[in-house]
């Protein structure tokens, strides 16, 4: 709960910096590109039902195993490929192969030639073989048999992400910053990216943070999509150094207030602390031919839960989508699981990791489980490592 109400707090901060500007966009070089408005309120006043057999062929549940001697708990991060699982448990990689079987750690924290100070990011070239570990303001290469390869100053980026040779990577637009995402070549040079077109003095204040799933960035048909964690109204489609509006975020009256200057950023704060007003924020979006998957949380009152939506792009609209029992989320009609909702969407797969004890609590309310799932949770218990659940997209999705 402690670890939920600090996500919270850095979040609010980060909401409400340059959270209403759409910003300046190059124009659309298809004819018939379609800008998707999404209207949140109205998406969360609409329950239904999804069955997971609608965009999925398969589901599994794979338990992340390490040593003995080296249990490892609340996963902070997680990326997949085709052949490999990346985590990061407290501020260390770790890899695994799609079995959940213990490869190895990528680096490990220190001070020495490929060590680091605390992981925080992972990005995968699956080009290249090599998994990018960024900790602070450094980026480390490793090939994917644990080699160290290379380290770089990177400056104060996050949440990165490789197409064509081209690396992404979002800023916090902390009053002065010039971007809120930039395009940078190989070597780490700022090619150009989108404008943060909200600067302000912060008198001094500075800002840093450290977020569980924050996905500002997706793929969906080889193309990169951004929405940043701290915009709540737009989401872009980049192309190389060129971008333009692919969906606007209507927050209804879910829309945070304007935060212009560091005073309003205090005074928000303090509205926080007292749970007063019920906004929410963004946190994620994802994509497919359907759907967009997204991730709700609350600005200043964590009472309000954390829902999640679709955006269904065939009919223009948004709901909440719900399992018979109310928990949000896709429900498992292959193996009668939980609730299942992405955390991210890497390829052909739809990946997101439960601590153990949360998918023994989860599975309570389930009214028919496979034998091939039952067998699956009584071989785990609370103190197991996490549970990564993996589901392979379908070809086409038909609704």
């Given at each position: ?15 409400f ?9 190059t ?6 590109a379609?800008?998707?408005?999404i ?8 329950n239904?039902v ?7 062929d ?6 992340l195993k390490?040593p003995?001697?080296m249990p490892?708990?609340v996963?902070?991060n997680?990326?997949?490929s085709?052949e ?8 260390v990689a770790?890899?695994?192969?799609h ?11 220190g ?6 100070a605390?992981?925080?990011d ?14 602070n ?8 048999d644990?080699?160290f ?5 990177i400056?104060?980026l996050?949440?990165m992400i ?8 979002s800023?916090t ?5 010039r971007?809120?995402m930039?395009v ?6 700022t090619l ?15 800002m ?7 996905q ?9 999509y ?10 872009w489609r980049i192309?190389g150094?060129e ?10 009256k879910?829309k945070?207030?304007?935060?212009k ?8 704060f303090d ?14 979006v994802?994509e ?14 964590p009472?309000?839960g954390s829902p999640?939506?679709?955006f269904?792009?065939h009919?223009?609209?948004?709901f ?8 949000y989320g896709?429900?498992?009609d292959?193996?009668?699981?939980p ?17 153990a004890?949360?998918?023994?609590e989860?599975?309570q309310?389930?009214s028919s ?5 039952q067998e ?7 103190d197991s490592n ?11 999705i038909?609704?």
């Amino acid at each position: 709960m402690k670890e939920k109400y600090y996500l919270n707090i850095c979040l609010l901060l980060l909401t409400f910096i340059g959270c209403n500007n759409v910003g300046t966009t190059t124009d659309s070089t298809q004819d018939d590109a379609i800008v998707y408005r999404i209207n949140i309120q109205d998406a969360l006043s609409a329950n239904a039902v999804i069955q997971l057999s609608e965009i999925a062929d398969s589901i599994r549940y794979v338990e992340l195993k390490t040593p003995y001697s080296m249990p490892i708990g609340v996963v902070s991060n997680i990326k997949i490929s085709d052949e490999y699982i990346f985590v990061i448990y407290k501020g260390v990689a770790y890899q695994f192969n799609h079995k959940g079987e213990f490869l190895r750690k990528i680096g490990a924290i220190g001070q020495g030639a490929g060590e680091y100070a605390s992981a925080t990011d992972i990005f995968i070239d699956d080009n290249e073989c090599q998994v990018n570990i960024l900790s602070n303001t450094k980026l480390y290469t490793y090939s994917f048999d644990g080699k160290f390869v290379r380290q770089r100053r990177i400056g104060f980026l996050s949440d990165m992400i490789l197409q064509d040779s081209l690396i992404y990577a979002s800023i916090t637009p902390f009053g002065l910053e010039r971007y809120r995402m930039v395009v940078l070549n190989t070597e780490l040079d700022t090619l150009g990216g989108i404008p943060n077109d909200n600067i302000f003095d912060t008198g001094g204040l500075t800002m840093s943070v450290s977020l569980r799933f924050r996905q500002p960035f997706y793929k969906y048909k080889n193309e990169v999509y951004f929405k940043g964690y701290q915009q709540n109204d737009t989401i872009w489609r980049i192309n190389g150094i060129e971008y333009e509006t692919h969906a606007i975020i209507d927050m209804g009256k879910y829309k945070p207030p304007e935060c212009k200057n560091v005073n309003d950023m205090h005074s928000s704060f303090d509205r926080f602390v007292k749970k007063e007003g019920d906004y929410y924020f963004v946190l994620s979006v994802m994509e497919d031919s359907h759907y967009m998957y997204m991730s709700l949380d609350p600005c200043w009152n964590p009472e309000m839960g954390s829902p999640r939506l679709l955006f269904d792009k065939h009919q223009q609209s948004g709901f909440a989508p719900k399992t018979e029992s109310g928990a949000y989320g896709i429900t498992d009609d292959i193996l009668g699981g939980p609730a299942f909702w992405p955390q991210i969407i890497s390829g052909k797969y739809y990946v997101s990791v439960t601590d153990a004890y949360k998918m023994i609590e989860n599975c309570q309310s389930l009214s028919s489980p496979s034998p091939q799932f039952q067998e699956f949770i009584h071989g785990i218990n609370e103190d197991s490592n996490p549970i990564v659940t993996i589901v392979t997209l379908k070809g086409e999705i038909v609704r």
